[in-house]
């Protein structure tokens, strides 16, 4: 007789080893203690050895455990990708594209990027933001197709991400009409007038300061913030100068409500798409990707 792995207890140990705690699982999972204990002493049994250590309330996986887990999550993570790929191409017969963009991306650019499949309304598009990390926890587990940053990724074993640069943007000083009045000169506008400037988690605003550090200058900085939507808002309201990508700010420009005193040469921000290797790829991804030229 053939003896079969039960996935419902490796489910169980899966979800036990990733909380360390026996009780919680239990209250996530909505089952009682004795029933979840039950379950992953069945699959110790099946195996023929101990998975977990106890600690006093924590429990420690075993040497074997921690080997066992390393399967688990690539089953499941498998089973996530399949329920993504027949997802990604049932949705109305144009499929959906589950995105997720960080906090601090260009809605301008998250719009520039989405639109090839915009027009396309059989195409079901479900948007999430949030930190990076978070967003990246999601793409490994299969719950998103692609994570739009503009902070890069490194790939290692347990994360094989891929890593594609979609665009470069110049960074600009940016501020209210006629506030730079006698021409645009780098140090003199970074030295005489406040700035308002991304935070140090950003590209950007790495770029910047070392910028800064080669001139040899101090400049005036008002606020930061790592937002780019309340940096747009600051750029708008604050009567400073906005070291800020003009894309940001692409309709208070047309619109005349803002001015682009110059580009600032050296400081610029890159996006990048964020994707896990697939067997199938998923749908529109590639329409989207095509319509950037700078390869990854």
């Not at 498998?78 to 144009?94: F, I, K, R």
């Not at 209210?176 to 590209?203: C, I, M, W, Y």
Request: glycine share 6%; hydrophobic share 40%; proline share 4%.
């Amino acid at each position: 007789m053939i003896n079969r792995l039960n996935y419902h207890h490796l489910y169980y140990f899966w979800r036990v080893a990733a909380e360390g705690h026996l009780t919680r699982t239990a209250e996530r999972l909505h089952i009682s203690q004795s029933a979840l204990s039950a379950q992953i002493r069945q699959l110790e049994e099946q195996l023929g050895t101990p998975l977990f250590l106890r600690e006093g309330k924590k429990l420690l996986l075993t040497e074997m455990g921690s080997s066992v887990l390393r399967y688990a999550e690539a089953i499941f993570a498998l089973g996530n990708e399949l329920l993504s790929a027949t997802a990604s191409q049932d949705v109305g017969q144009g499929g959906q594209l589950r995105i997720g963009s960080v906090s601090t991306l260009s809605r301008n650019f998250l719009e520039s990027f989405l639109h090839p499949v915009l027009s396309k309304q059989a195409v079901k598009l479900n948007l999430e933001a949030g930190g990076l990390e978070e967003l990246l926890n999601r793409l490994s587990a299969y719950e998103l197709d692609v994570v739009l940053s503009n902070r890069p990724v490194i790939a290692d074993d347990k994360h094989p991400w891929r890593c594609r640069t979609l665009a470069r943007q110049e960074v600009c000083l940016i501020g209210p009409p006629g506030l730079v009045t006698d021409g645009f000169e780098l140090v003199n506008v970074l030295t005489r007038h406040q700035l308002v400037v991304p935070s140090a988690k950003s590209e950007i605003r790495v770029r910047f300061d070392l910028l800064c550090e080669q001139l040899g200058i101090e400049p005036r900085i008002r606020a930061e913030v790592d937002d780019m939507a309340a940096l747009r808002l600051l750029a708008r309201d604050s009567g400073a100068v906005a070291l800020i990508p003009a894309i940001v700010v692409k309709d208070e420009l047309n619109k005349g409500l803002l001015e682009k005193y110059g580009s600032v040469h050296g400081v610029e921000e890159t996006f990048y798409a964020i994707t896990v290797r697939r067997r199938f790829e998923t749908p529109h991804l590639k329409d989207l990707f095509q319509q950037f030229s700078i390869p990854g």
